[in-house]
């Protein structure tokens, strides 16, 4: 089966459509049948990576894919790259500027709830050309 | 209990409230926090109230969001909150006072 393709276009520093993607993808999982607790995962995967690549990378592109028994998510940008994967990683590290955190962003929890919520989660990132999210979350 | 039942306990609701079971509460301002903590059914106790806010608090199936201290709901906030049937309420209390209320109510105290 070929599953359903989606594609989001997140745009950077818009942190009022930030959100959007995870939205509307959550609709579509509801409307599917999908179990509400394979939908939260999907969602706060989704929504820490599109928060990302909206505050710390100008915006990038999400690929969609839902399969009868996985729902696959690809983030890709092409902002600074991170330099120390294993330290962003960790809970609580946080370069998100002011004007952000008076949002209530930079928790540095994003990229550890990416890795907590979703059952396949990898990163790549090269300083200088941008940033990866692969994540996929098991619906069956 | 329900969220409908939240207006009986002095919180002012600040748009339309779809019915939610309220299972407990939660306090905090932080978004990637709450996102992974704040379970559903939860009455989610918080000063920031901008349209983040309600995309978390939609995300995660929180039953409402109580904006504490005489905090401000953003215009667009509670426009997006109307879209996504997400009930939204504000209070003079602070948030621990506020988390209170709900606690005496469902007995969790
Ligand atoms: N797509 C990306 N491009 C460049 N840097 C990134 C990207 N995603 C994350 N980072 C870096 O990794 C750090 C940690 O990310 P994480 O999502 O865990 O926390 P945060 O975004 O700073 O805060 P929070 O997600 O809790 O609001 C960020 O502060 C940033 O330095
Ligand atoms: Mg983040």
Redesign the interface.
């Known amino acids: 089966m070929g599953g359903i393709h989606l594609h989001y276009i997140v745009p950077g520093d818009d942190?009022?459509r930030?959100?959007e993607a995870?939205?509307d993808l959550?609709s579509r999982l509801k409307k599917l049948g999908v179990p509400?607790t394979a939908i939260?995962k999907v969602?706060?995967a989704l929504?820490?990576g599109e928060?990302n690549l909206a505050i710390h990378a100008g915006g990038g592109d999400i690929d969609v894919e839902i399969t009868d028994d996985t729902v696959r998510m690809c983030l890709s940008d092409q902002g600074p790259g991170i330099a120390d994967l294993s330290l962003a990683m960790s809970e609580g590290y946080s370069t998100a500027p002011d004007e952000v955190r008076s949002?209530?962003?930079?928790?540095?929890?994003?990229l550890p709830?990416m890795k907590?919520?979703s059952d396949e989660f990898d990163i790549q990132s090269t300083v200088g050309v941008g940033t990866t999210v692969n994540m996929a979350v098991s619906i069956a | 209990m329900t969220n409908l039942e939240l207006e009986n306990l002095g919180f002012v609701p600040a748009g339309p409230v779809p019915e939610h079971e309220v299972t407990g509460g939660f306090c905090c301002?932080?978004?990637?926090?709450a996102?992974?903590r704040c379970t559903?059914g939860k009455v989610w106790f918080?000063v920031?109230g901008?349209?983040?806010?309600v995309?978390?608090a939609?995300?995660?199936?929180a039953a409402a969001v109580v904006l504490c201290q005489e905090a401000a709901w953003m215009p667009?906030a509670l426009e997006r909150a109307a879209q996504?049937g997400v009930a939204l309420f504000t209070t003079d209390l602070p948030a621990y006072e506020a988390a209170l209320v709900l606690a005496r109510k469902l007995g969790q105290l």
């Open positions: 942190f009022t930030a959100g995870s939205a959550k509400p939260r969602s706060i929504y820490e928060i949002l209530g962003f930079g928790a540095g929890m994003g709830n907590k919520y | 301002d932080l978004l990637s926090w996102m992974s559903e918080t920031m901008n349209i983040n806010t995309a978390v939609s995300l995660a199936d667009d996504q």
